[in-house]
């Protein structure tokens, strides 16, 4: 059984920033944190899940949604099996539950079905 868990979520003013995190835990056949693909996905009520960040197994590589480049930067500590959001320059547009995933790949992708495990979701609110 794998768990992601992702924490850091709240209330804030817009301009704030925000860091989420996500810890993996557990285990299952083919999956080891630190050789998988990582990614931030958002759902805003009404609307459909959408890609935000996404990080390669070794960090190397990351690929973002253009509505968030430049402002949030995806980061992982695979020692810790910990993958970040750091969100700066919060906008109300932000407002969403932000899921973390663990991908089936090594990439970093922004295609959702490539995922095969996600985390429950925190609330991040950004109010004008």
């Known amino acids: 059984q794998v768990q992601l868990v992702e924490s850091g979520g709240g209330l804030v003013q817009a301009g704030d920033s925000l860091r989420l995190s996500c810890v993996a835990s557990g285990r299952s056949f083919g999956f080891t944190f630190s050789t998988l693909g990582m990614g931030w996905f958002r759902q805003a009520p009404g609307k459909e899940r959408e890609f935000v960040a996404a990080?390669?197994?070794?960090?190397?590589?990351?690929n973002y949604a253009d509505s968030v480049k430049g402002r949030f930067t995806i980061s992982r500590d695979n020692a810790k099996a910990t993958v970040y959001l750091q969100m700066n320059s919060l906008k109300p547009e932000d407002t969403a539950v932000y899921y973390c995933a663990a991908e089936t790949g090594h990439s970093g992708t922004y295609n959702p079905s490539s995922y095969r495990y996600w985390g429950q979701g925190t609330q991040v609110t950004v109010s004008s």
């Open positions: 990080i390669s197994w070794s960090g190397s590589s990351t």
